[in-house]
């Protein structure tokens, strides 16, 4: 059974860094590719960033280039968002996507597997 567990995340004032995490257990990785949501109240979900293991090739959405990381560490089995330069928009629930079954990876309908969330809160 496949559980993705996020942790981290809280609030913090703009400008702030906050990094998420996201632990896969019974989950194979193998060329799969992972990835970030965001959802805020009143939203769509949304693809923030994605990470593919075939070359290791990320992908960000406009709103946060040069702003989130997404990384991952295989010996761990997690995924991370280190989010810096934030923003009070990128206030929203952030959640780990795996098991991406068809392109493209920003529509959450693309994914089969979902953590339960972390809050990410940004004041100005």
């Known amino acids: 059974q496949v559980q993705l567990v996020e942790s981290g995340g809280g609030s913090v004032q703009a400008g702030g860094s906050l990094r998420v995490s996201c632990a896969a257990s019974?989950?194979?990785?193998?060329?799969?590719?992972m990835a970030w949501f965001r959802q805020a109240p009143g939203k769509e979900r949304e693809g923030v960033a994605s990470?593919?293991?075939?070359?290791?090739?990320?992908y960000y959405a406009d709103s946060v280039k040069g702003r989130f990381t997404i990384s991952e560490e295989n010996a761990k089995n997690t995924l991370y968002l280190q989010m810096a330069s934030l923003k009070p928009e990128d206030t929203a629930m952030y959640y780990c996507?795996?098991?991406?079954?068809?392109?493209?990876?920003?529509?959450?309908?693309?994914?089969?597997?979902w953590g339960q969330g972390a809050q990410v809160t940004v004041s100005s």
């Open positions: 996507a795996a098991n991406l079954l068809r392109t493209p990876w920003w529509l959450h309908g693309n994914f089969k597997y």
């Open positions: 019974g989950y194979t990785r193998g060329t799969d590719c």
């Open positions: 990470i593919c293991s075939s070359g290791g090739r990320t």
